[in-house]
T-cell receptor
Framework: DGGITQSPKYLFRKEGQNVTLSCEQN?????MYWYRQDPGQGLRLIYY???????QKGDIAEGYSVSREKKESFPLTVTSAQKNPTAFYLC???????????FGQGTRLTVV | GEDVEQSLFLSVREGDSSVINCTYT??????LYWYKQEPGAGLQLLTY?????DMKQDQRLTVLLNKKDKHLSLRIADTQTGDSAIYFC???????????FGAGTRLTVKP
C-alpha cells in the first residue's frame, strides 16, 4: 500500500538530548514537509524539501535540522537548541505542483 | 489579520447540518483547503476550492467562498458521529510550502 509513514508514534526525550523523527513515503513524491502542531494553534511549517539533497527553512526552523539523502525519506532532528519541543509533529508529502498533500499519522514528542 | 481564524469548537446533533467557518489572511491565496484530523491521526484532505470559484459541492460537503470578505465555510449535511474530528482550514498562494493553517475546529456530533 502506498502511503507516508512516521515513526515512532510516541517519543520521549530528556532535556538536552537530540532526537530524530522518521518520515518515509513510497508515493514517489518529490516534495516533503514537516509541520508542528500545538494545541489551539494551526500547523506551522518547520522545513520542506522539493528535491533530493535540497531543503528550505519554513516558518519555525530554529532548533531543528533535516536531511534529504533519499527521495523516500525526510528525517527531522529536534536538537537541544529547540526550547519548547513538546508537540505533535506531522510529516507530509506531495507530488510536484500538486495541490494535495498527504500526511503521516504524526509523532507526539514529549520532553521529560 | 495575520492568522487564519476558526472557531475552536462546534457541537451538533446527529442528522443536523454542520457549518464550520474560516477567515483567511491573503486575498492572493489561490487555493483554499479543508482538512480533517481524527484523534491521534494525520490530516486528511477533504476538499479544496480554487479562488475563482464561489462554491464547490462534493456529496455531503459544500464549500462556500466569499473572496471579498476572505471567508470560507464548510457545510456537512446529515452530520454523522463519524464526522466528529478536528477540521482545519488552510490557504496557499501557489504551493504546499506556503500553506497557512487555522487552529482547527473541533466538531462534536451528539447522538
Amino acid at each position: 500500500d502506498g502511503g507516508i509513514t512516521q515513526s515512532p508514534k510516541y517519543l520521549f526525550r530528556k532535556e538536552g538530548q537530540n532526537v530524530t523523527l522518521s518520515c518515509e513515503q513510497n508515493l514517489n513524491h518529490d516534495a516533503m514537509y514537516w509541520y508542528r502542531q500545538d494545541p489551539g494553534q494551526g500547523l506551522r511549517l518547520i522545513y520542506y524539501s522539493q528535491i533530493v539533497n535540497d531543503f528550505q527553512k519554513g516558518d519555525i526552523a530554529e532548533g531543528y535540522s533535516v536531511s534529504r539523502e533519499k527521495k523516500e525519506s525526510f528525517p527531522l532532528t529536534v536538537t537541544s537548541a529547540q526550547k519548547n519541543p513538546t508537540a505533535f509533529y506531522l510529516c507530509a508529502s506531495s507530488a510536484w505542483g500538486d495541490t494535495e498533500a498527504f500526511f503521516g499519522q504524526g509523532t507526539r514528542l514529549t520532553v521529560v | 489579520g495575520e492568522d487564519v481564524e476558526q472557531s475552536l469548537f462546534l457541537s451538533v446533533r446527529e442528522g443536523d447540518s454542520s457549518v464550520i467557518n474560516c477567515t483567511y489572511t491573503d486575498s492572493s491565496s489561490t487555493y483554499l483547503y479543508w482538512y480533517k484530523q481524527e484523534p491521534g491521526a494525520g490530516l486528511q484532505l477533504l476538499t479544496y476550492i480554487f479562488s475563482n470559484m464561489d462554491m464547490k459541492q462534493d456529496q455531503r460537503l459544500t464549500v462556500l467562498l466569499n473572496k471579498k470578505d476572505k471567508h470560507l465555510s464548510l457545510r456537512i449535511a446529515d452530520t454523522q458521529t463519524g464526522d466528529s474530528a478536528i477540521y482545519f482550514c488552510a490557504e496557499s498562494i501557489g504551493g504546499n510550502n506556503d500553506m497557512r493553517f487555522g487552529a482547527g475546529t473541533r466538531l462534536t456530533v451528539k447522538p
